[in-house]
């Protein structure tokens, strides 16, 4: 009887073993690409439609919505003309961010997914994975709460027919009809403006993009016009003084304001639909932000010049302002460029979700249904379909500007680990993501020392945050740029074919370091959510993705040129 039993546990602990032995060999897999000429030759595949400058109006429709009419003003409240400062900061820093994207969706030009499949790349499995959940629930939340505003906006424009003013329910479309305490809020409208854009989305990549393409054109037009107008308005004594509140709540304000330029990345996922990848992928990134740049800058200097920066208002900062000037035309024109904004972002948004689906239903780490393509349209259209019934449902039910608070953890750990894989894949002992015995330790190190200054961000950024001496920042910053000179001097690089971003390791350290101290400024409830959601990724992982995953071939191949048929 005894022995029967220490068979049994022994049976046990070596079936436990083996779980874990098959979960850490599955979870370690980097992913092994193919040559990208066979990427779109199959009927069934996405289809390359969209030249350099769809690729910048995709950036810049993703990246300004109704925010350029709102954030603009409400950081100047804080940081005063100074704000302009606070925009031009967080652009550099997302620039920097941009040029690890380029890199990365210059070497890879021809796969969808990226943060996601770079991470796949360079790291492994698990890596990607969970950052693509962090990716995903940013996305839901805020696609959600985008068509919400919107619905929000699109009620204001009907209002304006006499017939209807003051007659729409808010059930319809002004936030919500609340039930049960609020936990339900029940909005008609959201979901189907969600229904008309997957619609759109599902028709094809060349229809979605010229109703992209219109819809940014005309808010561009919109905020260049706003300018021009609001210059002529520009008083220049209103401008001082420059920082009432000092230097810092310029900074501060460029942590705020740095999200309102997320949204260049949505470039690296059309990948596979570029007519041009390898060269226009770089352009489009880094086009695209640039444009967004000038445009934040230019409204901030005239909405802090019409008005003095003390009175501006907190909900509609630039229409009032345009409205004290005797100019209320110009407040309706904004709120049908914030109608324009809002449809562009939550339409790339929901854009850039299918497409991440999509790359890992190919994968096997979802369910091989995310994977099809429908063979006229050229659109993963049970992707788009999935991603549409998610924000339709959370936009239509529940009132999630309450969830706004655990937002852009996403973005901010897509692009940490973007950067990361910039360093990984430039290290001239990482061969394919298949390091030799040899250099293990080298490789190693090098990974430390991203991680360390990854902990330099976060620990810099939470000692700002609650006001300690400036002297443990400056230790912070101190271990990370030792980190950063091990990097640089431990680590041998090579010359990536396509687009290479500078001072490798120096910018995406950099990248990261800024990156993970915004992570620090979240709210403590983004924290949780992001380590609650780590582990149910993981379980997920554990359940499903392990048992499912296909890595493909047994080797790496980068693009070293666009395929054949794409340089014609």
């Given at each position: 009887m005894a022995s029967t039993m220490d068979d049994s546990r022994h049976k046990d602990a070596t079936s436990s073993s083996t779980c874990f032995s098959h979960f850490c060999s599955s979870a370690l897999r980097a992913k092994t690409l193919k040559s990208s000429s066979s990427a779109n030759n199959s009927s069934d595949g996405l289809i390359r439609r969209l030249g350099v400058f769809d690729l910048i109006l995709l950036g810049v429709g993703a990246s300004i919505g109704a925010g350029i009419f709102?954030?603009?003003?409400?950081?100047?409240?804080?940081?005063?003309?100074?704000?302009?400062?606070?925009?031009?900061?967080?652009?550099?820093?997302?620039?920097?961010?941009?040029?690890?994207?380029?890199?990365?969706?210059?070497?890879?030009?021809a796969i969808v997914g990226g943060a996601y499949m770079y991470a796949y790349t360079a790291f492994n499995e698990i890596t990607a994975f969970l950052v693509f959940m962090q990716l995903m629930l940013d996305y839901h939340i805020g696609a959600a709460s985008i068509a919400r505003s919107l619905a929000s906006y699109v009620a204001t424009i009907f209002e304006l027919i006499p017939a209807l003013k003051g007659?729409?329910?808010?059930?319809?479309?002004?936030?919500?009809?609340?039930?049960?305490?609020?936990?339900?809020?029940?909005?008609?409208?959201a979901p189907i403006l969600l229904a008309v854009l997957t619609v759109i989305l599902c028709l094809g990549v060349g229809e979605s993009s010229a109703v992209n393409s219109f819809m940014t054109a005309a808010k561009v037009v919109i905020v260049i016009f706003v300018?021009?107008?609001?210059?002529?308005?520009?008083?220049?004594?209103?401008?001082?003084?420059?920082?009432?509140?000092?230097?810092?709540?310029?900074?501060?304000?460029?942590?705020?304001?740095?999200?309102?330029?997320?949204?260049?990345?949505?470039?690296a996922n059309s990948a596979e639909e570029s007519k041009r990848p390898q060269r226009d992928l770089p352009i489009g990134i880094l086009g695209s932000l640039l444009v967004c740049v000038v445009l934040y800058v230019g409204v901030c200097l005239v909405i802090t010049g019409m008005v003095p920066y003390n009175?501006?208002?907190?909900?509609?900062?630039?229409s009032e302002?345009?409205?004290?000037?005797?100019?209320?035309?110009?407040?309706?024109?904004?709120?049908?460029?914030?109608v324009a904004g809002l449809t562009t972002t939550l339409l790339v948004g929901l854009y850039v979700q299918s497409r991440l689906y999509l790359g890992l239903g190919r994968d096997g780490l979802l369910p091989s249904i995310f994977a099809k393509v429908h063979p006229i349209r050229h659109t993963p259209i049970h992707s788009q379909i999935w991603v549409g019934i998610i924000a339709a449902v959370l936009g239509g039910l529940f009132n999630v500007h309450i969830?706004?608070?655990?937002?852009?953890?996403?973005?901010l750990t897509g692009y940490s680990v973007v950067a990361a894989c910039v360093v990984t894949l430039r290290w001239k002992n990482n061969t394919g993501n298949r390091v030799s015995s040899k250099c293990i330790s080298t490789w190693c190190e090098g990974v430390l020392c991203i991680f360390l200054v990854a902990c330099c961000g976060f620990a810099a950024g939470v000692l700002?945050?609650?006001?300690?001496?400036?002297?443990?920042?400056?230790?912070?910053?101190?271990?990370a740029i030792m980190a950063c000179a091990a990097l640089c001097f431990r680590q041998a690089?090579?010359?990536p074919p396509g687009f290479s971003c500078p001072c490798v390791p120096i910018v995406p350290s950099v990248c990261i370091f800024f990156n993970i101290f915004l992570f620090a400024q979240l709210h403590y409830e983004a924290w949780i959510r992001f380590i609650i959601l780590s582990i149910v990724s993981v379980g997920i992982y554990a359940f499903y993705g392990q048992y499912h995953a296909n890595p493909r071939s047994d080797e790496t191949i980068i693009y070293h040129m666009a395929p054949e048929e794409d340089r014609h």
């Open positions: 709102v954030v603009t003003g409400t950081v100047a409240r804080d940081a005063g003309p100074g704000v302009t400062i606070s925009f031009i900061l967080a652009g550099a820093s997302c620039v920097l961010n941009a040029l690890c994207y380029a890199e990365l969706a210059s070497r890879f030009p007659n729409i329910p808010p059930w319809v479309g002004h936030g919500g009809q609340e039930f049960f305490g609020g936990t339900l809020s029940i909005n008609i409208l300018i021009i107008v609001g210059s002529f308005k520009v008083d220049v004594d209103n401008w001082t003084p420059f920082a009432p509140n000092g230097v810092k709540h310029i900074f501060t304000g460029a942590t705020v304001v740095f999200f309102a330029y997320v949204g260049f990345d949505a470039v009175l501006l208002g907190e909900d509609a900062p630039l302002a345009f409205t004290s000037k005797g100019l209320k035309y110009v407040s309706i024109l904004i709120s049908i460029g914030a969830l706004s608070h655990i937002l852009s953890v996403g973005s700002y945050r609650f006001g300690t001496h400036f002297i443990f920042m400056i230790v912070a910053v101190v271990i690089y090579s010359d």
